[in-house]
């Protein structure tokens, strides 16, 4: 462990929940710590091993793929300097003392896992982290600057001793570069040997780990080095294949470092998950004036849905993302959320009409995660077109189910309420149907239109009381929803072929 670095933490369990937990547990910077990845089994922990280059891995010691046992094994065997703790429960000791003899450092039982007691054992594991001479003389001036750093990206005030910085930082100038390494692990080691090699007479560096493949890096120089350093930071890019640079413009105050990260790096970062193919990015490379967007018309889009006019739904959605995914000065959570507010609005819109969403429901989950993960509005927009395949599979195999199970709920409605002064509006109103789309619904699945089959169910049930009983011809038209007599004597002559006294004398022969 250098000067310029917090001590690395790696987290692996295989339940979010105890992940999660041990991340809100301390205030890591503070403690001169930086958790840098989560992985949920011991194979996960092994790729980002190599990608994050943590000092201390937390792990569990039961878990699906690769156990803690096994894991503690491989990371003794090929990167002795790393110290491990344990996670366990009361019943795993005999894991536990395995592990001991290859080489942890300490354990923690879950059920009494607590801020204090995690900070005593960690604290614990980095002082057996090898550090040379010059390094343990430095090391608390380091994780001042690194906490003054999170301090400020996270815009709060910062308090490191004006002497502490003047002596890491001497110089007039400042710049931040945030380098994106895209995961591959040749390209960090480049990168930091890029880093090492600008500093000079006259320059030096910072170098904090924003995400595991994202690195903030803090120049300090004199001002007439700016030309140089502009240069040859333009030129990582052709250096090193698949990097991707971030460079701010040059300031003159540490205090400033928050500042210049909100306004520059942030902006900078969200234009690239749009456009990932901008490899070197300075503040004036991005347009002037960014691609609005109007609010998308959620009411619209479920009125379709509802109605089963799910190509219309789509289509619209789908032409909405078009310009959505060019406005780059919208938040990247906020992008991922719209994406995924869609997945869930479709989802239970869906198993309200009685589809059967089971083969849906999982890719509803694995679509939410893959969007949280991805690092492009490309991937974004890639994995929501999967889950639309998905949703067309679902409704071309249920579809003959739905029809018949939502027409079979309008002709039970009809049949209870058919007395009543009942118009296809009112229908339509009823079961969240445009009129329009229920006449034309109801002519398809039923062969006959609404008026039409309203008619015949009036006209039957008048024909009962015609038979059944002596109420005068005159009040039955009412009763079964004709206000007007002549009205109902036509419409009974046309689907019984004769007017309702001859149909009741004639049943009475």
């Known amino acids: 462990m250098t000067a310029n670095e917090l001590c690395r933490i790696l987290i692996v369990d295989d339940e979010i929940l105890i992940r999660q937990g041990i991340k809100y547990y301390l205030n890591w910077e503070e403690e001169g710590f930086q958790i840098v990845g989560e992985a949920s089994n011991g194979k996960e922990a092994l790729e980002l091993i190599d990608q994050t280059n943590p000092h201390i891995v937390i792990t569990d010691i039961v878990m699906p793929i690769m156990d803690g046992e096994e894991l503690t094994k491989e990371i003794k065997a090929n990167y002795q300097d790393i110290e491990v703790i344990i996670l366990s429960s009361f019943g795993e000791y005999d894991y536990v003392r395995s ?132 240069n040859r930071i333009s030129q990582i890019e052709k250096t090193i294949p698949q990097v991707a640079i971030i460079l701010s413009d040059v300031f003159s105050a540490f205090s400033k470092v928050g500042k210049v990260f909100r306004e520059d790096i942030l902006p900078m970062l969200q234009y690239r998950f749009y456009f990932p193919e901008k ?20 009411d619209r889009f479920t009125d379709d849905f509802t109605h089963e006019r799910f190509d219309l739904a789509l289509t619209y959605v789908r032409e909405y993302t078009k310009t959505y995914s060019t406005c780059y000065t919208t938040d990247v959570a906020r992008f991922k959320s719209f994406f995924g507010n869609i997945i869930f609005n479709i989802s239970i819109l869906l198993g309200n009409m009685e589809y059967d969403v089971k083969e849906l429901e999982s890719m509803k989950y694995e679509s939410l995660q893959i969007i949280e993960e991805a690092k492009t509005a490309d991937k974004v927009v890639e994995q929501f077109n999967m889950f639309i395949e998905e949703f067309y599979k679902c409704i071309k195999t249920t579809r003959n189910y739905s029809s018949n199970s939502n027409m079979k709920m309008i002709l039970e409605y009809i049949q209870d309420h058919y007395a009543e002064p009942l118009t296809l509006t009112e229908v339509a109103t009823y079961f969240h149907f445009n009129p329009s789309y229920l006449s034309n619904y109801f002519s398809v699945h039923n062969k006959e239109g609404f008026i039409e089959y309203l008619n015949k169910i009036r006209i039957e049930e008048a024909a009962k009381l015609l038979i059944k009983s002596d109420i005068p011809i005159s009040e039955i038209g009412p009763m079964v929803g004709y206000s007007d007599h002549s009205y109902f004597s036509k419409i009974f002559k046309k689907i019984k072929g004769m007017s309702p006294s001859q149909y009741r004398r004639k049943s009475m022969r």
């Open 279 to 298: 490899t070197f990015l300075q503040k004036s490379d991005l347009p002037m004036k960014a691609p609005t967007c109007d609010a998308f018309n959620l």
């Open 99 to 230: 592990t001991f003899q290859s080489g942890v450092v300490d354990y923690i039982l879950k059920p009494k896992l607590d801020a204090q007691g995690l900070l005593t054992v960690l604290k614990r594991a980095r002082e057996k982290i090898p550090l040379t001479k010059s390094t343990k003389n430095t090391i608390e001036d380091s994780i001042l600057i690194g906490q003054a750093i999170e301090k400020q990206i996270k815009g709060y005030e910062t308090d490191v001793n004006s002497t502490k910085r003047l002596n890491a930082f001497p110089y007039s100038s400042f710049c931040l570069i945030a380098v994106d390494t895209n995961g591959v692990t040749d390209n960090q080691t480049s990168m930091r040997k890029i880093v090492d090699d600008l500093k000079t007479g006259s320059i030096t560096s910072y170098r904090y780990q924003l995400e595991p493949n994202l690195e903030l890096v803090l120049l300090n120089y004199n001002k007439g080095h700016v030309p140089e350093v502009v």
